[in-house]
DNA sequence: CAGACTTAGCGAAACGATTAGCTATGGTGG
DNA sequence: CCACCATAGCTAATCGTTTCGCTAAGTCTG
């Protein structure tokens, strides 16, 4: 590879004077300048960032570190944070974290030798208390879940109220026996989704029955056997809230085995984070995350932090999660 | 940010002995190594990748550019990709070329730019000739696509193959008016899906008939109405194969608008590249693009070339797809 | 005990860019 | 006609590492 050495002695000027072409940085005469430029064409020279970036302090690389790349809810989020900081000028490293702490904290630390300006996280786990003592000069973005006590912006979604748009949507419809698949309680997308549910509820003076709330471990095949059982006994739902995609895939083929029929027997309205379902018909009813927005808001603040453009106290910003209906609900009408 | 001269300094030794001891590239007494360790754990020194790899010209950074981010297929891609370069101890950088030669060719200026030590490309367009006089010495493997005259490696996958395959199993099952919707003639996976089929029903002596064979562009919406317009005719085909999983999603709808069971009524084979399809009942019998293996095996020819283990003369890696049977296929019975 | 070997550790020169500060040139005003 | 000024372009320091070549102290050998 050409150096910037190698184009000023074809050109016969000083590197000081190529580096000002480059960067159009200082004036040039157009003589200088033509020359320079043929030079450059001539020998391919390409600026290395590495050396450019070691005298600037930066390296023009965002870090993005996702807690499951195999799920389809992060793909799609890869895909708008790639586009993103396209846009701002800046290119993407990607990590996957795999759900496990350890790997997450060795992969800060890389993301911090690397030089990157910058890092987008989707935390896992909750007990990483070291983000705030070794990490905290990283200009950083939490996406998705917050983490009480860190000084990072964070950027995430209302799961309560995801809950409360999917409950009133099934009870406007005239449900009132409504049940629910959950996630794990200890996390907070899957307590939040229940909350906001058994809210909008309580609002109109009803609650589950007991038995109707199950957690299906935000897995197809464990929502698949727990909405067989529920929905086996006599006193069945008429209308079940499923807390994301995975499982409504899982609750509608235990429907279709069992002869139920979705929407006409049960509704099923669901949150859906993974868009894994876009091929299932009935289409579900169900809360989507603005994920492309949120994205692109997590890396304008990231950005702003890089650039310095703003107050030290952490911002943190919650989304409303979107109701988009399908054809898995209908009114009650028996 | 500490350098490694503070940590030299507050070791009393030379950089050069902070130097061995980070990188163990040399004995250094267990007191002085002490005093380093302790020192480096002192001031949370972390070296500079930066400096590192502009001094040993090298980035450790392996660069993905893929056609086209949204495509779930390319999202799993990317998913085994991270795994895989991250094995290797290198960090994923990843670049979005939304199909447009144009935005590949900046994308590879800024590869080069980055330092990148070499680059995994998923080729856009056909006339990127470019790529052989202007990135020619950046190592790089070409994934899913071959393009003849480059000098680079290629891994692909034997559309021809995935054809023939899917055709042989209807025809075992006993099929013989076999239909099919077909991506685009002018791509090679449109195309060379098809005359696999077309093979394995000639090695028969059978051909489809007239009407029997249709593009659906790849996309759903026309599969959708390319099917109801051939399933609607009395001599409609027993069965289907059809060339990619979204457009298998929307012949299953269209064949579920129309009345039709599937397998009962019709069969259905496909090949799945994008397995969005995941949800779906019966669950579809197709091949299957082995992207991992592709994947990880792209990266290891990768990192042979970055380390220059291997002759220069291209290689070319053609994988098989793999028949996966769902239960959208019966044998023929009326 | 002197000379030949080892070897732990050091000093300083790279790597390839940016940029502060300087030089030399030519134009202008008094 | 001289002093001064503006400015195009150059020289060299710098960013934080790695690493080559060297020094000096210690160990052997005859």
Redesign the interface.
């Known amino acids: ?1 050409a150096t910037i050495r190698d184009v000023a002695k074809a050109a016969r000027v000083s590197t000081a004077t190529v580096s000002a072409v480059v960067n159009d940085t200082a004036f040039v005469s157009p003589e200088l300048r033509a020359r320079v430029q043929a030079a450059i064409r001539e020998l ?1 020279y ?6 450019r ?2 005298r600037r302090g930066r ?3 965002i870090a993005l570190a996702v807690a499951d ?2 799920n ?1 809810f992060y ?2 989020l ?2 708008s944070a ?2 993103a900081v ?1 846009g701002w000028g800046y ?6 974290s795999d759900e496990k702490p350890e790997l997450e904290r060795r992969i800060l ?2 993301i ?4 990157c300006d910058g890092a987008v996280v989707v935390p896992v786990g909750a007990a990483n208390q070291y983000r705030q003592r ?1 990490f905290a ?1 990283l200009p950083t973005v939490l996406l998705g879940r917050a983490l009480e006590g860190d000084p990072a912006d964070t950027v995430t979604v209302d799961n309560l109220s995801a809950g409360r748009q999917a409950g009133n949507f099934l009870l406007d419809l005239g449900h009132t026996r409504i049940g629910s698949i959950t996630g794990p309680m200890q996390v907070s997308t899957g307590k939040g989704r229940l909350e906001g549910l058994l809210e909008a509820m309580a609002a109109r003076g009803l609650a589950p029955q007991p038995g109707h709330v199950r957690s299906g471990e935000f897995r197809e095949d464990a929502a698949y056997s727990v909405a067989r059982d529920m929905m086996g006994q006599p006193d069945r739902p008429t209308a079940l809230y499923i807390a994301n995609g995975m499982m409504a ?1 899982g609750a ?2 235990a429907l ?1 085995d069992m002869g139920l029929r979705c929407p006409e027997d049960v509704s099923i309205a669901s949150t859906d984070t993974i868009s ?6 009935p289409r579900l009813t169900r809360t989507e995350h603005p994920v492309a927005d949120m994205t692109d808001t997590a890396l304008r603040m990231l950005v702003e932090r890089i650039d310095n453009k703003v107050s030290d106290a952490p911002r943190h910003l919650v989304f409303q999660p979107a109701l988009v209906v399908g054809e898995s609900c209908a009114p009650i009408s028996r």
């Not at 390409?46 to 050396?51: D, E, F, G, I, R």
């Not at 894994?276 to 018909?281: E, I, N, P, S, T």
């Open positions: 590879m391919r390409s600026p290395s960032l590495v050396a970036n070691l390296s023009q690389l790349l195999a389809p793909a799609r890869v895909a790639e586009a396209a290119s993407l490293v990607l990590f996957n630390s890389r911090r030798t690397l030089g070794e000069d895939i509608m083929r279709s894994g379902a876009g091929g299932m018909r």
